[in-house]
Structure formats: C-alpha cells, structure tokens
C-alpha cells in the first residue's frame, strides 16, 4: 500500500504494533507519524464492522489537520488509498477507506463532550503526550470494544511524565507496546537536513527530541550560555532597532531591555544583541513608579541613547515594543503616550526554546552593560520539585531581565525570522 519503502524501525512497528496500546517515541522526524498512520490505515481497512467508533485524537483540531491528516491525503506517502480518504479542514470527522472516522481535540470542550459518550473500536493518537492525563484516561476507558486497539506517536518529555510513568514503564504488564525512534530511523533525510536539524536544537531540546531521550529539565535551563562567547564590551552597528522587552513590576523590579539586529558582519551573518537594559528596583530605589512615571522614564532614556541615526545623533525608536501581558494598565499608559505596545507571547517554555536555540546558534549576544540580564542568567535553573511532578518549569527567582528578553525575541520572531538563519 505504501508509496515509499520503510525503514526496519517502521516496518517492524507495522509488523509488532499488535498489543491494545502501541505507542511509538523518539526524535523528531523520525519516521513514527508516516509508520503509526500506515498501520492505522490498514487497522481500518481490517477493522471489523465490530462495532465502536474509530477516532483520531490531537491536542487541537489544527494539529489533527496539520500532523495527521495531510500526510494521510499525500499519495506521494500513502499511494492510492489518498484518494480514498475525504476530510475538510476543521470537520468533526472524516471518512477512510468507505469509514467514518471521529476527529477529536483535547482542547476543544465539545469535542471532549463526545468522547465521553462513544464507545470506541480504535484511535489513533497523535502527539500523546501533550493531552491532558485525564483525556488520554478517558480515551483507553472508551476503547472498550474488544480488540480495539489504540496508536500513539509522542516526543520524549520528562522522565515523571504520567505518560511514561504509567503507561511506558508498566509495558510489561500493561497489554502495551513501546517503540523507540532515532533520527537514522527515517530513510529520507539526508545529511545535510540532519546536520541543520541538530543545529536547531539546543539543551533539553536536544537531548529529548534529537536524542530521543526522556530526560529531566535539570541544571541551568541556558546550559548552552557561555560568557566568554556571548558577552561584548563593544556593539557592532545595528540594521534595525528590533525592540524593546518590558518585564512590569513594582514591588518586584521593573525591567526593560532593548534589542537590535546587527549588520552582516564579514560572514553575512547578523546577530540579535541585547544593547542596553533599563531597570528600576523599588526596593533599592525605595520608590516605587507609577505607570506614567515608568512611561516617561523609559520615553527619556531611549532618547538618550547613541543611536544609529547618524554620527553624534541621539535616540532609539525601537520597532517593536513588548509587554509583560499581565500589565494592562502599563499598557494602557504606554498607549497614552504614544508608544505601540504590543501585549508578549508568554508562553514560558516556547520563549525559553526560542531563546536557546540563539543562544545555541550564537545568534543572540549581549552587552556588558545589560547586568540585570547577565546576573540572571547565571542562576535561571530549571525546578527540581517540579520536574520530579513531570513538568519543566524554570525555578520562580530573579528573573525579570531574562523574561522581558524573552517576551521580546518569541513575540517578534517573525520580525527577526527572515534576517537571522539559525541554521547557517
Ligand atoms: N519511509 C519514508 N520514506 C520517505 N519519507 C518518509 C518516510 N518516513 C517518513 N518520511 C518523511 O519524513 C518526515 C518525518 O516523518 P514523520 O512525520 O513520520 O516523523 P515523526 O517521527 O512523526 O516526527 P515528529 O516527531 O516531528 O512528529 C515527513 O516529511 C515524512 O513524510
Ligand atoms: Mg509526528
């Protein structure tokens, strides 16, 4: 049925993917989603009018569509039978060689309604190990039809994750399957994609999803920062002014941090460097701002920057300006004044992702001067206590600096995207 020949990890999940629970995991790109999809196929194929829906669970219905039903509707991967399977973006179900097949997202309320009412032959699980505990419980409660089988695909995470906890490491006595992917497990990338593949990811990233290892979130959470690399007493000339990152605090300290695109150096490459840092610490200053007082401080210190505007010319007009989105009335002020706010991305680990992989690449450097940010960096520790629960999360400490560069570099990405090739 394929339209490509497998590697032997992906022929034997076909063959050996016989337990009621199958789950595949390992590196990305590894080859599990094409090998778990061509079995669900012929699960469905085979499946007996036994009764029990057939459905295809994700975390939302855009990576249900993205992750699983494009590459089922690619006959360059699944021959012939690609004409066989009619789906729309967004639909509750689909159809698959003549069956209807539900399609269920963890993170839509409804659809996690219809769940509970099915009773279900099969399911084929895409990303296991981003659903919520409870979800996947439900699921294994409602493939209650016997025989009903249920295939999963997941990135290593943490070794406490429920997933591996409960489910992997009981595989003995559990009626459950695990196979385990490396990148060399997928027959059709070729060095050069692999070599970029390793560069794009950096620390726990690359142990768990290059490596394929469910590895804890220990140690320093930017293992890969090294002072004497990343640091600079001297800035090369900016291109563009990126922007500026708030971190918004009053009993805690206020910090803001300001970022520019430098000029190609001799390579051609440009760099993200973090110039300069404003911060207010209440506690030392034994004054707290207000709103339009930190609007005008920030407003006057820009301006007194060198800029780039020309020799002896004065002032910065950042691009961009990005606020801690818990600061609503800042950002109502900052409207006031004139400038741009935009509300930033918070999501911790995406920004801590996106920040390694510069920091890794060596395409975030920054200033001497910015010392909120260097003494931060030195204890930004991943959370032991946590991790043992099975989540990352960075220890809540200092980190004021480093959260406004954050907000910063993940909200702006598709600004700075196009100018920075991490991959190079
Ligand atoms: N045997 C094969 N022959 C040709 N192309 C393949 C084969 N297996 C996988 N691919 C292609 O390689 C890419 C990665 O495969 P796949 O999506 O199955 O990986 P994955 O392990 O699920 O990765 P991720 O963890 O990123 O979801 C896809 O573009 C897929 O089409
Ligand atoms: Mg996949």
């Not at 009626?175 to 385990?180: C, E, G």
């Not at 500026?244 to 300290?253: A, E, H, K």
Request: net charge neutral; proline share 5%.
């Amino acid at each position: 049925m394929p339209a490509i020949s497998l590697s032997p990890k992906q022929e034997q999940f076909i063959a050996l993917s016989t337990a009621r629970l199958n789950i595949a995991s390992g590196a990305v790109r590894s080859g599990k989603t094409i090998a778990s999809l061509l079995r669900w196929l012929m699960y469905i194929a085979q499946a007996p009018r036994r009764g029990g829906h057939l459905v295809i669970v994700g975390k939302t219905g855009e990576t249900v569509a993205r992750n699983v039903m494009e590459p089922l509707m690619d006959p360059s991967l699944t021959g012939p039978v690609a004409k066989r399977i009619f789906y729309t973006r967004g639909a509750a179900t689909c159809n698959i060689l003549g069956r209807r097949v539900e399609i269920i997202s963890a993170n839509d309320m409804r659809s996690e309604s219809r769940l509970r009412g099915m009773t279900c032959g099969g399911a084929y699980v895409d990303e296991a190990t981003l659903l919520p505990e409870n979800f996947w419980d439900q699921l294994l409660a409602r493939c209650s039809v016997a025989g009903a089988q249920i295939f999963a695909t997941c990135n290593p995470d943490a070794p406490n994750h429920w997933l591996r906890q409960r489910f992997i490491l009981r595989a003995h006595e559990l009626d459950l399957k695990y196979f385990h992917f490396v990148l060399d497990d997928n027959p059709a990338l070729d060095a050069t994609y692999v070599a970029n593949l390793k560069r794009e990811y950096t620390g726990l990233w690359y142990k768990r999803f290059i490596e394929g290892l469910w590895v804890m979130a220990e140690g320093a959470v930017y293992d890969m920062w090294d002072p004497d690399r990343h640091i600079v007493d001297a800035l090369p000339p900016m291109e563009r002014w990126l922007g500026l990152g708030v971190d918004y605090g009053t009993t805690n300290p206020f910090n803001a941090i300001l970022a520019g695109v430098s000029v190609p150096d001799r390579h051609g490459l440009r760099r993200i460097y973090f110039t300069h840092e404003w911060r207010w610490d209440s506690k030392v200053q034994r004054r707290q701002l207000t709103d339009a007082e930190y609007s005008k401080k920030l407003r006057d210190w820009l301006r007194t920057l060198p800029g780039t505007y020309g020799p002896g010319t004065y002032g910065v007009q950042p691009d961009w300006v990005v606020v801690d989105p818990s600061a609503a009335s800042f950002i109502a002020q900052l409207h006031r004044d004139g400038f741009a706010p935009v509300m930033a991305d918070n999501k911790v680990l995406d920004g801590i992702r996106t920040v390694s992989n510069l920091v890794g690449a060596d395409r975030l450097r920054v200033h001497r001067s910015c010392e909120g940010w260097l003494t931060e960096i030195g204890s930004y520790a991943w959370d032991d206590k946590r991790a043992e629960r099975g989540e990352d999360a960075p220890v809540k400490l200092d980190d004021h600096a480093l959260d406004a560069g954050r907000y910063l570099l993940r909200t702006t990405e598709a600004a700075w995207q196009p100018l920075i090739e991490l991959s190079n």
